[in-house]
């Protein structure tokens, strides 16, 4: 029996031996191939010689080749040990077209498609380039836009692409419906909405556009509104979106269920962190027993919890929310439980969606680096500092999870925006001839984030030029120089002489800790007065040439918790210059420079900002009238500018001291179809002092300024407009006002 087993094994041995011979793959035949090497193939079938050769081998070769992209067409085929395999290359593509679109331009289509010339023809990929045009439409509203894509056949196995579009009408929302709810009025609900019922006024806003990702948002901002006004409960029950027949226009359909109204409970906090008090926690939390639910205080207290916790040195926490019903009916307690988090680090750091802006202009602003200890802290505080540069209409740091436990991903996904501005500014008082101010600016110069700067303004008495070159990180340092060339060139006609100033400037500014800069100067200027023929001799006195060589220094201190848009603390500058290292004029003039912030509710944002100054000659100098202050403009609104203050003749002089304050709030106007924000202010000011008894005897005594106004500022499709509108409280009869103010923008 033991013979029969053994001879059975042998014989089976030798079978699958000679079955492993004949299916050996000896040598492998690559057919069709004309740009991609044959080893290159072989790498991707992921085959070699000596791999004995199965069905399942085959469907491996076949599927790893047809996931390349790269083929159109693949045989695979197995005889007397050689393995064949006959492909098709897709075609290279030459030339990508768009023939049809006129609302949307081709630099817009070509950023969503990943098909661009030179690279290699896929179906899948024109799938999905199609998909996200379509998305593109669907965005501006144009939900029944069509795109077919078409192949023109060339030599060399390459094509040309063209996708020829038909944009369909935007699709409009004429009617918001509201079903449901009792407790808020539909007009109520509709104002929270971003999407808004067509109208005339909105001709030329996009609010009335129809969009399904528009309106997930609006669901969402309607449901946190009933949260955070003591519904917590609040759903949608149904949510339709219908066209209405032989119309572009939608009708939408909310249906709502607001549930019973809450007030909070009893508030537990647990802490498991030493440093940290819950006793003291609960009394500083906003969340206190009585009061009506509010989602939104609940992710404060959370936000006041970490903060807290970062103080006592904790970066890493963790902080369960448990909502249980209270001793009373309609009643919400709440336990907050605080743990110590796992510690998490920073693997990799990745950029996208910057199409212009080099990568390191963004890094710079970063303040955590790759194998750091995770900080939401710090990433706040640079996305904050990425928004501040005014390159971007959008900043997200997203964290993306690794494969590691105790490692993350950040990924920023920035948006450009239009960095350069042609401005038109012009003033106009019905005591003064109007003005004219022409600029052109780029913020963000080849996309390296250098500043230029070219403005002029030109009115029947003055004109006057800056140009200006700023570059942010001298050396790849946090080293920021500017260099600036400016004249000045006024011609009064009710005085019998004029003006000339021309100067330049060079200045550096460096931190010199995480909220502490300062900056160094020097300028050099030269101010001319040339008096006519027919001037008198006191005119006559003024004339000559100041020869000005000045160094200074600023140094600033910055507590704002954002210098994107603050809404809490303050920053100061002080600021002293001297005059006298060359040139012939002496003096020394000191700056001060305040401003507060500070949240008055949930809509409005407080600011108190003072600044003033003084110069005074040294070396039995007196200081020339070119270095005086002056107020004015957008310095003391409402007041025309370098036009308060001691007067010779018909000419302002500005005087040796100066302050002005002003308190501001932001006064939102709900206007839905445009956007446009608003800032109430109160404006006190004054300059005044003349050292010089050669002036003779004018008034040059302090005399308070005062202003009352709006400043409407609005985000148009040509740029930013910002108008400001000003009533006098308080004023000299010597002043020149200038009640309206306006501004007008246009970005490239």
């Given at each position: 029996m033991k013979k029969y087993l053994l001879f059975l094994l042998f014989f089976l041995f030798l079978n699958n031996n000679s079955y492993a011979t004949e299916n050996l793959i000896n040598s492998i035949s690559?057919?069709?191939?004309?740009r991609i090497d044959k080893e290159t193939v072989i790498s991707y079938a992921n085959v070699s010689k000596g791999d004995v050769y199965t069905e399942e081998i085959g469907n491996k070769v076949l599927k790893s080749l047809f996931e390349t992209n790269l083929f159109s067409n693949i045989q695979v085929s197995f005889e007397e040990n050689i393995l064949s395999i006959k492909i098709q290359e897709n075609p290279t593509i030459n030339l990508v077209k768009f023939i049809g679109n006129s609302k949307i331009k081709d630099e817009d289509l070509v950023i969503e498609i990943l098909l661009k010339e030179r690279s290699v023809y896929s179906r899948s990929k024109i799938k999905k380039d199609i998909e996200r045009m379509l998305t593109l439409y669907q965005r501006a509203g144009r939900l029944s836009?069509?795109?077919?894509?078409?192949?023109?056949?060339?030599?060399?196995?390459?094509v040309n692409l063209t996708y020829e579009i038909t944009e369909s009408d935007v699709a409009k929302v004429s009617d918001i419906i509201i079903l449901g709810n009792n407790i808020f009025s539909a007009k109520k609900i509709k104002s929270i909405m971003k999407t808004k019922e067509k109208t005339l006024l909105r001709y030329?806003?996009?609010?009335?556009?129809y969009d399904p990702d528009k309106l997930e948002?609006?669901?969402q901002l309607i449901t946190e509104f009933y949260n955070n006004n003591g519904y917590p409960e609040f759903k949608f029950t149904s949510s339709i979106?219908?066209?209405k027949t032989n119309t572009n226009n939608f009708e939408i359909i909310l249906n709502v269920n607001e549930g019973d109204k809450f007030k909070f409970g009893e508030l537990e906090v647990e802490s498991k962190l030493k440093k940290i008090d819950p006793e003291y926690v609960k009394n500083i939390l906003p969340i206190k027993k009585g009061n009506i639910f509010n989602r939104s205080l609940l992710k404060e207290s959370i936000e006041q919890l970490k903060e807290l916790a970062k103080l006592e040195g904790y970066s890493f926490i963790e902080i369960d929310t448990n909502l249980l019903d209270g001793s009373e009916v309609n009643e919400v307690d709440v336990k907050l439980i605080i743990n110590e988090g796992p510690r998490v680090y920073v693997n990799k750091i990745n950029i996208a969606g910057n199409t212009r802006t080099v990568d390191k202009v963004i890094r710079r602003e970063i303040e955590i680096t790759e194998g750091d200890p995770y900080n939401k802290y710090s990433i706040n505080y640079s996305k904050d500092s990425i928004r501040a540069l005014n390159f971007f209409s959008e900043v997200e740091i997203n964290e993306i999870r690794t494969d590691f436990l105790d490692k993350i991903n950040l990924e920023i996904n920035v948006e450009e925006k239009n960095t350069g501005e042609a401005s038109i500014g012009a003033g106009?008082?019905?005591s003064n001839a109007a003005s004219l101010n022409l600029g052109l600016r780029e913020n963000n110069f080849l996309g390296k984030g250098q500043k230029v700067k070219f403005d002029t303004s030109f009115s029947n008495t003055r004109t006057t030029y800056d140009v200006s070159l700023t570059e942010p990180y001298f050396n790849n340092k946090p080293l920021l120089l500017t260099t600036n060339i400016y004249s000045n060139f006024t011609d009064p006609t009710n005085v019998n002489y004029e003006t000339e100033d021309l100067g330049f400037g060079l200045s550096s500014s460096f931190p010199i800790s995480i909220d502490r800069y300062i900056e160094l100067r020097y300028s050099l200027f030269t101010s001319k007065i040339k008096a006519d023929s027919n001037a008198t001799a006191y005119e006559n006195a003024l004339a000559g040439t100041d020869t000005v060589s000045s160094l200074g220094y600023t140094l600033s201190l910055d507590r704002r918790n954002s210098r994107y848009k603050p809404s809490d603390g303050f920053n100061i500058k002080l600021s002293q210059d001297l005059a006298g290292l060359g040139g012939d004029s002496y003096y020394y003039s000191n700056n001060f420079e305040l401003n507060y912030y500070k949240r008055l509710s949930k809509r409005f944002i407080g600011a108190y900002k003072l600044q003033g100054g003084n110069i005074n000659g040294y070396n039995d100098k007196y200081s020339p009238l070119s270095s005086n202050f002056k107020l004015g403009g957008k310095k003391l609104r409402g007041f025309k500018s370098g036009k308060i203050g001691p007067k010779l003749g018909n000419s302002y002089t500005g005087g040796q001291y100066y302050y002005l304050t002003s308190l501001e709030t932001n006064f939102d106007l709900e206007i839905d179809a445009f956007d446009i924000t608003t800032t109430a202010f109160i404006d006190v000011g004054s300059v005044w002092g003349l050292e010089n008894p050669a002036y003779g005897s004018i008034d040059d005594g302090h005399e308070a300024r005062s202003s009352?106004?709006?400043?409407?500022?609005?985000e148009s499709a040509i740029g930013p407009i910002s108008i400001i509108y000003a009533n006098i409280i308080a004023s000299n009869r010597n002043d020149t006002t200038d009640n309206l103010y306006f501004d007008i923008g246009y970005n490239f």
């Open positions: 690559i057919e069709g191939i004309q836009t069509e795109i077919n894509p078409k192949l023109e056949m060339l030599d060399n196995n390459r030329l806003s996009s609010s009335d556009n948002y609006d669901k979106a219908q066209l106009y008082s019905s009352i106004g709006i400043n409407f500022n609005w």
